[in-house]
């Protein structure tokens, strides 16, 4: 979502830093104005989108007893897409093992945001055991993650990367211009007063995108208990809600704080801003991939990261303001956010766990597990018919594109048997003219 957007972002710091720099000589403000400097994308840091995901699947092909890798297509109106989902699994055959818990995480929602897909390379690389953090226990680590199937999609958006790698340093949203934070159906298509389409056109319809449609199909099938959708533009540990100035009521909602002051205080020397989207950024956001999660997904913990920002760049240098420069903060930055994300891995399931315990107690000790309890109990029938609706609306959507291809196809059989009765009448031969 990069929950800050670019103008919002800068606004003030701009205006500040273009104030200061002309109190002192009155004169040259115009040059200061026009002179933008532009960061463009640092090669010896950064993966082009083509080489990340092939070292992704090279990692997948080495280590196939834990990772697997699929590809995901959709597409209409001629616009198509395609994501890759990566299953980690330390007994990769037990993966469909549903008394696990089940993390799902997801980078490069944003194209600009390069540094978040830098994260999920790390993350797999330490997951395969190619890679170690200082201080990582791998003991303990192996037991943490036996307990657990993770999901990662690597690059969400991989066709609005390639419009920033071909020099559009700027751009967010798909490859044709929607904003794929705004593309989901909890309160779809508000605009706030600042609404700018260049920042966050949602699309013409909730899930109008098929990296949506891919994201909500692999989001109702594998059925999370954990959701983190990973950006960049400050440093930030978001929970529900985006769309609204407040955080949900009930149990998950304190749990779910409680893992973030624990990552902010271990992980961020607690710089991280903390609280709902919605109310700690300064504007609320409609139609997010989190609020979706939370509302109809039923995700009892479901997160947006913010893992960088430099508010101190230019609002035109969007390179600098959303990804590290230099090589000492492109690594303090995968570091720090892969322990953070370790510290999920280990603690969130513990905390579930809890959750669980609790519900469980306040239910004279009737022993449930985290899906049973997730699945209806102490949950309010309105709120779990809700998921089922949205199993349905995509059968319906499904019934829809045929319907529409049965349309054309009725219309153009019906053309080319107009066209043929009208051929026959003209070639049909005609009598000698008498006069
Ligand atoms: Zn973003």
């Known amino acids: 979502m990069a929950m800050i957007r670019r103008r919002s972002l800068s606004l003030y710091y701009i205006s500040l830093s273009i104030f200061a720099a002309c109190l002192p000589i009155f004169v040259n403000c115009d040059d200061n104005l026009n002179r933008t400097s532009s960061t463009l994308i640092n ?5 082009s989108s083509g080489d990340l995901m092939e070292m992704i699947k090279n990692l997948v092909h080495r280590h196939p007893d834990k990772l697997s890798m699929e590809t995901i297509e959709a597409g209409n109106k001629g616009y198509s897409a395609e994501i890759r989902v990566v299953t980690y699994c330390h007994r990769r055959k037990e993966s469909d093992d549903r008394s696990k818990i089940r993390i799902l995480l997801s980078f490069g929602q ?13 993350i797999l690389s330490i997951l395969s055991e190619e890679q170690f953090l200082p201080n990582m226990n791998p003991v303990s680590l192996n037991s943490t993650l036996d307990e657990l199937v993770i999901k990662v999609v690597p690059m969400e958006n991989l066709n609005g990367r390639k419009l920033v790698e071909e020099g559009d ?22 605009k706030e007063k600042d609404y700018d389409p260049y920042e966050e056109n949602p699309g013409t319809a909730p899930f109008s995108e098929p990296e949506s449609q891919i994201m909500r199909k692999l989001a109702l099938s594998f059925d999370p208990h954990i959701w983190v959708n990973v950006h960049s533009g400050m440093e930030a540990l978001f929970m529900p809600y985006d769309h609204k100035n407040t955080t949900p009521d009930g149990l998950p909602s304190q749990w779910m704080r409680r893992l973030l002051e624990q990552l902010n205080k271990i992980h961020c020397q607690k710089r991280c801003m903390i609280g709902s989207g919605g109310g700690s950024v300064g504007y609320l956001a409609h139609g997010t991939a989190t609020d979706y999660m939370f509302n109809v997904v039923r995700v009892p913990m479901s997160f947006t990261f913010e893992i960088y920002g430099d508010s101190a760049a230019s609002s035109k240098d969007c390179f600098k303001m959303f990804n590290p420069t230099d090589h000492s903060t492109f690594n303090r930055v995968l570091n720090d956010w892969s322990a953070a994300f370790l510290t999920i891995f280990k603690f969130g399931p513990h905390y579930l766990d809890e959750l669980r315990a609790k519900a469980s107690a306040a239910n004279g000790d009737k022993r449930v597990s985290i899906d049973e309890y997730l699945d209806g109990y102490l949950m309010q029938r309105t709120q779990k018919d809700g998921k089922k609706l949205e199993v349905l609306d995509i059968g319906m959507q499904e019934i829809r594109t045929y319907f529409r291809l049965f349309l054309l196809s009725s219309v153009l059989l019906m053309f080319m048997f107009c066209s043929r009765i009208s051929k026959n009448k003209y070639s049909r031969p005609t009598t000698p003219c008498e006069c």
Do not use: F, M, P, Q
């Open 110 to 122: 944003h194209g600009r945001e390069l540094i978040t897909t830098e994260l999920a390379l790390r």
């Open 169 to 190: 340093l700027c751009e967010r949203r798909n490859g044709r211009g929607v904003d794929l934070n705004r593309n989901w159906s909890v309160d779809w298509g508000k």
């Open 43 to 47: 090669r010896d840091l950064y993966h």
